[in-house]
Nanobody, 126 residues
């Protein structure tokens, strides 16, 4: 699976961005998709994940209620809608994929993901 993330940019605090991650290659619907982020000097951290079943999602506490992950299997794309952005959301955002045999499971650890996009930078100014 090849992943291409896009949609990052510079936004003021309180603003919104929509990140997209387009996949190519294997059957997209067989993969759990995740979004992670890495701020300068910090470790990569979990942001959100969506199971093969689009109804199963989860978020880091820091983004709950502000970010929404979704997927369009026909377009082989996963999205991250980010609202009410804060300066602490500033980071490089990465999408990732892992094959999963079950329909409702999620994966949270970056070390478990098999495929990664190149990252898209998000900067939130105060």
């Amino acid at each position: 699976v090849q992943l291409q993330a896009s949609g990052g940019g510079l936004v003021q605090a309180g603003g919104s961005l929509l990140l997209s991650c387009a996949a190519s290659g294997r059957t997209f619907s067989n993969y759990v998709m995740g979004w992670f982020r890495q701020a300068p000097g910090k470790e990569r951290e979990f942001v959100a994940a969506i199971a093969r079943s689009s109804s199963t999602t989860d978020y880091a506490d820091s983004v709950k209620g502000r970010f929404t992950i979704s997927r369009d299997n026909a377009k082989k794309t996963v999205y991250l809608q980010m609202n009410s952005l804060k300066p602490e959301d500033t980071a490089v955002y990465y999408c990732a994929a892992i094959f999963h045999s079950t329909y409702y499971s999620l994966t949270y650890s970056p070390s478990e993901y098999d495929y990664w996009g190149q990252g898209t930078e998000v900067t939130v100014s105060s």
